[in-house]
């Protein structure tokens, strides 16, 4: 049974760029939280604002941010945390997979040097014992021959060999929480599950939570305990996983469902209508009513908010029953 106190709480996120003198609002009071143990499944079309809000967590967004809202981890409000403590937090207590692995390893250092970094920064671990939990590390990651592979440099692996060695990076000092940004896209199917597999693992012996970014929703429905649909910087579903395949609410989602490719590889179902609105450019109201088959005068008069439509599972739709 899932922990459901929040280790995580997110309240009123909101995110704009600045960018030819117009602020561009990539996340918009977004408000979701992560119990204990609890892998969070969050999904959108790209450039929904997805890997925004993960990077706002650890204060890696660029200087060209501006960000609000609260996002309460360990009794603190880590958006307003002194550089200081954010990189005593970082890479202990909560840990990122980066989207692009191969950006975010350091060329000149030896995947060994890198995995047992976090271990020497963090806890001042001699770096023969670091080592050697690193080694353990990329064991428990299936790289293969990962003795030998402790001495490569980055570019000698392929794709899906760096995702592992990010993988393994965050893993290193436990963390409590784990911002995993599509951490399995370069990795083959069984691979991937295999990964997967690891991180829930984890989550059963050290009660590690998962913010779990993706698109893909077969992984969503393996994985996650609950799910958080994201469209042009806004929240427009949460729920728990059972309910948001089962019953999902939001035109979007229904329609995000459809397009589910089938398992036996063929074509898509069905594709979305149109393109995702660019942030310079969003219409007024919902920023689905572009592309949404239910679309009415009312989508065009107001921005909806996440209701409660059942316990647990909020949708923001203005056709939703007693929308006021
Ligand atoms: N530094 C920046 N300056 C201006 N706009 C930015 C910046 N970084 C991101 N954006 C914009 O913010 C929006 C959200 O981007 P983000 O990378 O969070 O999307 P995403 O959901 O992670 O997409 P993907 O699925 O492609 O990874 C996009 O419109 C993107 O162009
Ligand atoms: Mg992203």
Do not use: W
């Given at each position: ?51 925004t809000?993960a ?20 009794g ?12 005593a ?73 760096r ?111 149109g ?6 450019d969003?219409?007024?109201?919902c ?26 599972h ?11």
């Amino acid at each position: 049974m899932v922990d459901t106190t929040p280790i995580l709480d997110i309240r009123d996120l909101t995110v704009k760029f600045r960018s030819g003198g117009q602020l561009l609002p990539a996340v918009d009071r977004c408000s979701f939280s992560i119990g204990k143990g609890e892998v969070l499944g969050l999904v959108g079309e790209s450039g929904s604002g997805k890997s925004t809000t993960a990077m706002a967590m650890l204060g890696l967004l660029p200087k060209n941010a501006v960000i609000e809202g609260d996002a309460h981890f360990g009794g603190a409000n880590i958006l307003t945390l002194p550089e200081t403590e954010l990189t005593a937090l970082r890479g202990r207590r909560i840990s990122m997979i980066f989207q692009d692995p191969m950006s975010s390893l350091n060329p000149v250092l030896t995947v060994g040097e890198q995995v047992a970094e976090p271990l020497v920064a963090h806890y001042g671990l001699p770096p023969m014992e670091a080592q050697t939990r690193a080694l353990e590390l990329l064991d428990r990651v299936k790289i293969p021959d990962a003795r030998r592979r402790l001495h490569s440099y980055p570019n000698e692996l392929s794709g899906g060999l760096r995702q592992r060695v990010m993988i393994a990076m965050a893993l290193a000092c436990e963390p409590e929480l784990l911002l995993a940004d599509e951490p399995t896209t370069a990795l083959d199917v069984t691979v991937q599950a295999q990964i997967l597999d690891l991180l829930l693992d984890l989550r059963d012996e050290s009660g590690l939570s998962i913010l779990l970014i993706t698109h893909d929703l077969g992984v969503v429905a393996n994985f996650a305990d609950q799910v958080a649909v994201m469209y042009c910087g806004r929240l427009m579903e949460t729920a728990p996983v059972n309910t948001f395949f089962d019953s999902p609410s939001h035109p979007y989602t229904e329609a995000l469902i459809r397009s589910i490719p089938t398992d036996n590889g063929a074509p898509r179902l069905e594709t979305i209508p149109g393109s995702v609105p660019k942030l310079t450019d969003l219409p007024p109201g919902c920023p689905f009513s572009t592309r949404c088959q239910h679309h009415f005068t009312a989508c065009d008069e107001t921005v909806p908010v996440l209701r409660e439509i059942a316990p647990s599972h909020f949708s923001a739709c203005v056709r939703t029953p007693d929308y006021a």
